[in-house]
Structure formats: structure tokens, C-alpha cells
């Protein structure tokens, strides 16, 4: 009798022991399944989200992030800290797309009388609309020209409503239109308008120079355009020579107004 209990005790438990393996097991697979499924699906999220950040970023073939212009350029106008340089005026930014075709002709109403150039919109886009931008903000008018140098270099410099040689607008821009020339007294002749700057490169503000004699100067600035009407005043100026100050000239230039045609379409 007792071995016959004990058999069936025995049965009993094997049974129970095959069914809590078998319980095991398919614990184990369906952990090993969810896992799969799990790896499957994150790795669908993260070719997803590359997939967006992608065409957010850049977008693709056929949008690009950036489209070239058929008959313009894309500018770029990098902030300057008005707060850290108060002789910055900050009137905004000009549109970052512009033509780059043909020319303008800016004018500046002085108390000496006028001096008009021409600005060679193609070769210096940017520049040349930003300028025409600070001219519609007139942000020149009521401005005094602010350096003029006899010796090495012969030029007047403007462009800077505070003055002081430290200011302009609330932004930078790249340089462009630089002579290509090897004799460094020929790469800016008397007449030329060209864009003053500091020693670091993509520092072209709002301060202009009028050349109005041989000047040896590196190939550094770049060239706005060529004065038409009005370097006889500068040269006479120049004549008067320099002030007190070592700095400004003798007899002052003070700009009226400063405007720019509008720009070829």
C-alpha cells in the first residue's frame, strides 16, 4: 500500500516539475520575443527620426535647405554686440536675398556739393544691398566723414554715424570684389569706392573710403565701385589737410544725404 502512494507521490511530481519547466521555457521565449520586437521597433524610431531630422536639416534632392537663385545671391549678415559697442546703430538687417546684376548709382549730398559713383552690383551683391538697405534707413544722412589720411594712403573715410571710427550697423559681412593685382599701389586707383574694415577678416560694416590719389593698400577691401562725379571736392579737402586731431580732416564733410538707385531686377 505504502508503495503504491509513494509511486503515485512520485508521478505527481514529475508531472508538476515537467509543467512548471515547460512554464519556464515559454517564459523564456516569450521574453526573448518581446526583446526582438522591442530591438526591432527602436530601431524603426531611430531610422525615423533620422529620417526627419534629415530633411528638416538639409531636406532632400530635390528642396535643398538652401535653394540657389537663378539671378541673385544669398547674403549672410553676422550680428555685432550693440551692447558691448554703444557706436553700433541698429536698424536691422537687409533681406539675405539679393540681386547680383548689373549696376547702381549711389549718390552722397555733402555741404561741399555731390559726389555720385558707381556701384558694381554684380561683382559686390551683399555690399551693394546693404548699402542700399542702410541708405533707405538713412542711416548715413547727417553723418561726417570721419578720417582722412595724406601720406602712405590717400583716402577719406565715412560711413560711421557716431563718428568715431568704431561704429556702423548691428552687423558684419563678408568681404567681396578684392583686387586681384600684384603691385599693391595699383590695387585701389584714385577713384575708387571701396568698404573699409578692421584687421579680421568678415568685419565689412557700414564705413566706406574715397581714394583720391595712389594708395598702397594690401588687397584686403572690398571694391563698391568707382566715383563718377565729385573727387575734385575730395581732393580738395585733402589739400586743406588734417585736422587737430590727427584724425578727421581739416575742413569737415558732412553728408546731407547718402541714396542708392534701387537695384536691377
Known amino acids: 500500500m505504502s508503495s503504491t502512494i509513494q509511486r503515485q507521490r512520485a508521478a505527481a511530481r514529475a508531472r508538476l516539475e515537467r509543467q512548471m519547466g515547460e512554464r519556464l521555457e515559454g517564459a523564456r521565449k516569450r521574453k526573448q520575443r518581446n526583446a526582438v520586437i522591442g530591438a526591432a521597433v527602436a530601431l524603426l524610431l531611430v531610422i525615423g527620426g533620422a529620417v526627419w531630422l534629415t530633411q528638416s536639416l538639409g531636406g532632400d534632392d530635390d528642396t535643398p535647405a538652401t535653394a540657389p537663385l537663378p539671378d541673385g545671391q544669398v547674403c549672410t549678415w553676422t550680428p555685432d554686440d550693440a551692447k558691448a559697442n554703444p557706436n553700433l546703430k541698429d536698424v536691422g538687417t537687409p533681406p539675405t536675398e539679393v540681386t547680383n546684376k548689373g549696376t547702381q548709382t549711389m549718390t552722397i549730398t555733402t555741404n561741399h556739393g555731390v559726389i555720385e559713383a ?148
Open 118 to 265: 558707381k556701384v558694381n552690383t554684380a561683382k559686390a551683391p551683399c555690399t551693394a544691398a546693404s548699402m542700399t538697405y542702410l541708405a533707405s534707413k538713412k542711416f548715413f544722412d547727417g553723418s561726417k566723414c570721419h578720417r582722412l589720411v595724406t601720406e602712405g594712403i590717400k583716402v577719406l573715410q565715412c560711413g560711421d554715424p557716431s563718428a568715431t571710427g568704431n561704429g556702423g550697423p548691428a552687423y558684419k559681412m563678408a568681404e567681396e570684389n578684392l583686387p586681384n593685382v600684384t603691385d599693391p599701389t595699383k590695387a585701389y586707383p584714385a577713384g575708387t569706392l571701396a568698404m573699409a574694415k578692421t584687421q579680421q577678416p568678415n568685419s565689412t560694416g557700414s564705413q566706406f573710403f574715397i581714394v583720391y590719389g595712389e594708395s598702397q593698400l594690401g588687397p584686403d577691401y572690398t571694391i563698391l565701385g568707382t566715383i563718377t562725379k565729385g573727387l575734385d571736392l575730395v581732393e580738395k579737402v585733402a589739400k586743406d589737410g588734417i585736422a587737430a586731431d590727427g584724425t578727421a580732416p581739416k575742413t569737415p564733410v558732412n553728408i546731407t544725404s547718402l541714396t542708392m538707385t534701387p537695384a536691377a531686377s
